[in-house]
Nanobody, 123 residues
């Protein structure tokens, strides 16, 4: 049974930092695209970041609104993907979801989802 389990969410003041983790189990995800979405109250889920290793190269994509503030990384030995978030803003408040897909998580429906972790940024 495949599971993605997120951790690291919480309450932080504006300008602060958090690191989210997502650990996968049930299969090896080393060649999968993994990454993060978020959903704020009353808004649609939106793509945040993706990381994938293909052909010896690592490909990373970010949504424009997190470039320069968030950093995604992964540890394939631990089957874990991380999202380091810095310079957090109140508008970053959302439930953050981990996702994985053999191709790309930015497609219509990633194969696997985590249950989400709440990030709240106070002003």
């Amino acid at each position: 049974q495949v599971q993605l389990v997120e951790s690291g969410g919480g309450l932080v003041q504006a300008g602060g930092s958090l690191r989210l983790s997502c650990t996968a189990s049930g299969r090896t995800f080393s060649s999968y695209a993994m990454g993060w979405f978020r959903q704020a109250p009353g808004k649609e889920r939106e793509f945040v970041a993706q990381i994938q290793r293909r052909g010896g190269n690592t490909y990373i994509y970010y949504a424009d609104f997190v470039k320069g503030r968030f950093s995604i990384s992964r540890d394939n030995v631990k089957n874990t993907v991380y999202l380091q978030m810095t310079s957090l803003k109140p508008e970053d408040t959302a439930v953050y979801y981990c996702a994985a897909d053999p191709s790309t998580i930015a497609g219509p429906s990633p194969n696997y989802w985590g249950q989400g972790t709440q990030v709240t940024v106070s002003s």
